[in-house]
């Protein structure tokens, strides 16, 4: 018996199926004092990490010219939703090297066939 | 419940999520079934008193067969645990998670895992030696032990290299974090002594302290 598949896990029916190379928009929920909002992170997935509780993937975006990751956890209740707003065609799992590129060597093909 | 704990098994550690995105680290185990096997009386024993029998088997030696005749069922484990009251409890009781809920302070006793013979440095912590400045092979030894010949011996008890681990340790006040008695699993927050598949009893947070005179 694996202990990390015996805490149940509630699907959350708002994340999208997602891949690394996908660009995402992110929904997490922040509490600011007393005041509870949702803000929102869109990127690119370069990476899923992991199974059961402990799952997490990595959302990065170019804001300002200043590269941003954010790692999520999967199964967190503060990741209100994942919206996948674009396929992406990539060849490999972890995108590290879109972190030493900018402009036309960071795009991603988009994917447009129908899976 | 009257029982101050029942005898599990760790089954290992993962995390768990709060409703707010909190997560805690937390130990799962498989908390019984247990069944009381023996009472003991202060009429027949001279205290109270409740055995606890784990994880059945199919053969034991005669000796134990003819213990536990009276529950007609063969255990690997058997232990013992305080109870408030003796009369509550009777021989073939089930005892399972239901004994502990979500909230609940326990305390978790289990052999810790063996290290076998270790140095000072990783056993009692001590700081070792410095890396540099000319020395050799000074790097992880424990430095003096003593005085010379007053006292002319080690005083006993000295914290020395020797067998780490392996030992009998209960960790106290853990919380529960959930408890399914369905699938006779409890959630424990934090870390529980022992490796993986090893026995721990879990019991009430302080119920093994002596009263107050």
């Known amino acids: 018996m694996e202990a990390s598949e015996l805490v149940k896990l509630e699907p959350n029916p708002r994340i999208d199926n997602f891949t690394p190379g996908d660009t995402v928009r992110v929904g997490i929920r922040v509490t600011e004092g007393t005041r509870t909002r949702t803000q929102v992170f869109e990127g690119v997935v370069i990476r899923n990490r992991g199974s059961g509780p402990g799952a997490s993937f990595t959302v990065r975006r170019v804001s300002y010219e200043i590269g941003v990751e954010r790692t999520f956890l999967t199964h967190s209740p503060a990741v209100e939703y994942v919206e996948r707003t674009r396929r992406g065609l990539v060849k490999q799992a972890r995108l590290y090297y879109l972190r030493g590129r900018s402009g036309r060597g960071a795009r991603i093909k988009e994917d447009r066939r129908n899976r | 419940m009257a029982i101050h704990g029942l005898i599990a098994k760790k089954i290992g550690t993962t995390q768990m999520f709060h409703e707010d995105g909190r997560s805690d680290d937390v130990t799962v185990v498989q908390a019984g079934p247990c069944i ?9 024993d001279g205290y109270t008193g409740v055995q606890l029998g784990f994880q059945e088997v199919r053969k034991l030696n005669k000796p134990r067969q003819g213990h536990l005749s009276s529950v007609d069922k063969l255990f690997r484990h058997l232990r013992e645990f305080g109870v408030d009251d003796p009369s509550d409890v009777e021989v073939g009781q089930e005892i399972n998670a239901e004994l502990f809920e979500a909230g609940d302070k326990i305390d978790a ?12 440095v990783k056993r009692w912590g001590f700081s070792g030696g410095p890396k540099t400045h000319g020395q ?4 992880r030894a424990p430095g003096s032990i003593g005085a010379g010949s007053s006292p002319g011996h080690v005083i006993k008890g000295l914290k020395m290299a020797g067998h780490m681990g392996n030992a009998r340790i209960t960790t106290r006040n853990l919380e529960v ?5 369905e699938r006779n699993l409890m959630f424990i927050k934090g870390s529980v002594p022992g490796g993986r598949n090893s026995i721990v009893l879990l019991r009430r947070a302080g119920s093994r302290k002596r ?3």
């Open chain 2, 136 to 139: 050799s092979d000074r790097h």
């Open chain 2, 109 to 120: 006793t289990g052999t810790s895992k063996g290290r076998g013979f270790q140095g000072g």
């Open chain 2, 36 to 44: 009381v096997t023996q009472v003991k009386t202060p009429d027949s």
């Open chain 2, 211 to 213: 009263p107050l005179k």
């Open chain 2, 177 to 181: 974090v959930a408890s399914d008695p």
